[in-house]
């Protein structure tokens, strides 16, 4: 598949009082016309820095200071603030984690979605934009939509608001959308819609899908592709079925076994021992060594190398929800279950996902 959207070794800085801290180190991710991959992980590892990287919207004091952001084969990084304005909202758009912050409390929000066709089509009068900004509000699953486009954010719910912000992100046609936790902060039946309306999206428009979540139930139902982030890296990326059925990294496997599954058991989670690293005094070596169970000495030198994890063979991958939102992360096979082999505490899949092999052969 071609990709519309390569992000190519990227490093992002801020800058503190002391050392500046690395809070994203040599991501590489690429997205295709029509396909959702998911970028995961714990709170701080960098999930919203990163789309905010692509989006051009890195504010001092941070700024990125390595690699580079390609949107159709065009090199973003470095691009003048007008070329990148032209470029956000019409061929890439974000629905920002926060709604709340990210909509104006003293506009109504069908004047914000009219604004955001005319700023990128200033041929459109403003009288056609309003009746636009009510056709896209209804696309989007706003019931109401004349009369809720007279509302301010503030007497809209958290789940109007999302939608809002989606009709926005949508109001130019974008190839590319990032969507930064956009079902968080929702109510299940909710998420279930906003989640279909993103997966029609995406069928009937090819829409490219950059799904920043907390929610591995989320992924297992639109994702098409997985990227685990942790303290700024990706460690681990594959299919949806290759990542919950055969991870072998054991930070995703910490992830998956403190996420609820269909039948999981009351007491049966378990969660990530430890704390995620401040990005200011990173540790050497792996980075989730302090917190892995499966550590070595070699862990505490050297750093591991992302390779792909293997792919299983189809009898053993579990069926995928078909609707857009499963309840639950599908269940593990046997085979993700395996006991690490016992010579060094590691199985040689997870050899190849997460270490230098021939460093510790
Ligand atoms: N403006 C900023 N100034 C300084 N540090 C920042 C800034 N924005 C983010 N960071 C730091 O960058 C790191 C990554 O933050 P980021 O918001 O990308 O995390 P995240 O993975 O999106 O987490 P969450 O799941 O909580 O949204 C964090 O350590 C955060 O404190
Ligand atoms: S490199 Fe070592 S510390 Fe890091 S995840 Fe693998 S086993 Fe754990
Ligand atoms: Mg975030």
Redesign the pocket.
Known sequence: MTALLEIDDLHVE?A?AGAP?R?VDGVSLSLAAGETVAVV??????????ALAVMGLI?P??RIVGGDVRFDGRSLVGLADREYRELRGRELAMVF?DPMTSLNPVQRVGDQVAEAITVHQPDVAVGAAGLRAIELLESVGVADPVGRSGAYPHQLSGGIRQRVMLAMALANRPRVLIA??PTTALDVTTQAQILELLANLRREVGLALLL?T?DLGVVAGLADRVAV?YA?RIVEEGSVDDIFSASRHPYTRALLAATPRIGSKRGSLVPVPGVPPN?AALPHGCRFHPRCALAIDACRIEVPELEPVRSVPPASVPARASGPAPAAVPPRTASSETAPDPDHGLDPGHRSACFRADDLS
Request: net charge negative; no cysteine; hydrophobic share 25%.
């Open positions: 801020f503190g801290a809070v992980g714990e709170s701080g590892s960098g999930k919203t820095v990163t504010d004091p941070g984690q930064d936790e920043v907390h982030m700024g990005p």
